[in-house]
């Protein structure tokens, strides 16, 4: 999974520095955990993640973008991954965050000429996640940037010569 992520978000950094954005990727996780092999959608956690990474370049006119990912094991047989994705870019009003992922929404009727988009994206987003029988919530403060956070469980994957679980570079 890290270098699903890693290879995502090396095409968004490229984009924000292209318009004078900081990005900043970071791991938290216990030991070994990164390596762990865990059964997932890799193609669509990547969906996920570019979605959240092209909304908050497209949004953020200056300042930073941050990728903030957590791997914790709080159970034996899965990790828990959690993807902050962290804007400094326009934030959006309290009224419009429970319609933010409806199909279609723009924010305001300006953001569509303003920062282009079709309002398909975080409602992508949102499903596939809810597919994966993950989450995604947002906070967002307006002129001040959001955060989007994708909670997902990963089953681990035994190793079945030894009946433990597996570990791999």
């Given at each position: 999974i890290k270098e699903s992520i890693d290879q995502t978000c090396v095409y968004f950094e490229k984009l924000a520095k292209n318009k004078n954005l900081s990005f900043h990727l970071e791991y938290f996780s216990n030991t070994g955990l990164l390596n762990q092999r865990v059964v997932n959608d890799e193609t669509r956690i990547r969906q996920i993640l570019t979605n959240l990474l092209s909304h908050a370049v497209k949004i953020t006119i200056k300042g930073s973008i941050k990728v903030l990912v957590r791997l914790l094991q709080d159970k034996t047989d899965s990790i828990h991954m959690r993807v902050e994705v962290i804007d400094t870019g326009i934030g959006i009003d309290n009224s419009n965050l429970n319609q933010i992922f409806t199909l279609?929404?723009?924010v305001e009727s300006s953001s569509k000429r303003r920062f282009g988009g079709t309002g398909l994206g975080l409602t992508l987003a949102k499903r596939y996640a809810e597919?994966?029988?993950g989450s995604i919530s947002?906070?967002?403060n307006i002129h001040s940037g959001s955060t989007f956070v994708l909670s997902l469980d990963l089953p681990v994957i035994e190793d079945p010569e030894h009946g433990t679980l597996h570990s791999s570079a």
């Amino acid at each position: 999974i890290k270098e699903s992520i890693d290879q995502t978000c090396v095409y968004f950094e490229k984009l924000a520095k292209n318009k004078n954005l900081s990005f900043h990727l970071e791991y938290f996780s216990n030991t070994g955990l990164l390596n762990q092999r865990v059964v997932n959608d890799e193609t669509r956690i990547r969906q996920i993640l570019t979605n959240l990474l092209s909304h908050a370049v497209k949004i953020t006119i200056k300042g930073s973008i941050k990728v903030l990912v957590r791997l914790l094991q709080d159970k034996t047989d899965s990790i828990h991954m959690r993807v902050e994705v962290i804007d400094t870019g326009i934030g959006i009003d309290n009224s419009n965050l429970n319609q933010i992922f409806t199909l279609f929404h723009q924010v305001e009727s300006s953001s569509k000429r303003r920062f282009g988009g079709t309002g398909l994206g975080l409602t992508l987003a949102k499903r596939y996640a809810e597919k994966l029988s993950g989450s995604i919530s947002v906070e967002s403060n307006i002129h001040s940037g959001s955060t989007f956070v994708l909670s997902l469980d990963l089953p681990v994957i035994e190793d079945p010569e030894h009946g433990t679980l597996h570990s791999s570079a």
